[in-house]
């Protein structure tokens, strides 16, 4: 079994709705990050959470929240969808070894907004 | 300036051809230096890391790093079809260790 996983993987939704990302991990890591990924721009941080009671911005939080329900899972939300958050989006945990960070990221999730 | 810089690509090499891989970064307080490699329509996973200056291998992969010019390279020798993917450069350091990005660069290795 795939010890980050995502879901949905594929959504497509429309101007104005809301929808749910969500993440769930069996790794035991407290960290866990948000990403998107768009042609040409990279993988760019939207939230990350050091544990159940930190959270953070990352470099583009306007339009998204996130909620971490407990360890195991983080939800990124799009209160009002707009084309421009169509993207590729990642959910990663970390393990800290020492200052070595290794990120592993789930499958991602695939999301169009018309 | 971006804190860390890659090429794009995209890079074309046939099959067994050495393949160089870089990026540049301005942020000197890093000390971690990773490469992930996603295949399409998956997500990245950690190919290798070095930590402050000098050379890894691991197999046919090659990491170094020169912490006084801020450039990192990824070497990959007598390169395989399955070596086609992005590779992504990843930095760290400073007080929470957070990771930076570069952009990815997309390798095909032509058989």
């Known amino acids: 079994d795939a010890d980050v996983t995502q879901t949905p993987r594929n959504r497509i939704t429309k101007t104005g709705k809301r929808i749910m990302l969500e993440c769930s991990q069996t790794k035991g890591h407290d960290r866990m990050y948000w990403y998107r990924q768009d042609p040409g721009l990279g993988l760019r941080l939207i939230y990350y959470s050091f544990d159940v009671k930190d959270i953070n911005k990352g470099e583009i939080s306007d339009g998204y929240s996130v909620s971490r329900q407990a360890q195991a899972k983080f939800s990124l939300s799009l209160e009002s969808a707009i084309p421009n958050q169509t993207a590729l989006y990642f959910c990663a945990t970390s393990d800290r070894t020492g200052r070595l960070e290794t990120q592993y990221f789930g499958p991602g999730t695939r999301l169009l907004v018309l | 300036q971006k804190e860390v810089e890659q090429d794009p690509g995209p890079l074309s090499v046939p099959e067994g051809a050495i393949v160089s891989l870089n990026c540049t970064y301005s942020n000197s307080a890093f000390q971690y230096f990773m490469w992930y490699r996603q295949y399409s329509r998956k997500g990245p996973e950690l190919l290798m890391y070095?930590?402050?200056?000098g050379n890894k291998e691991d197999g046919r992969f090659t990491a170094q790093v020169d912490k006084s010019s801020k450039y990192i390279s990824l070497f990959i020798r007598d390169s395989q079809p399955s070596d086609s993917a992005t590779y992504l450069c990843?930095?760290?350091?400073?007080?929470?260790?957070?990771?930076?990005f570069g952009k990815g660069t997309l390798l095909t290795v032509n058989p």
């Open positions: 990843a930095m760290s350091g400073g007080s929470n260790y957070k990771l930076t």
């Open positions: 070095t930590y402050s200056s």
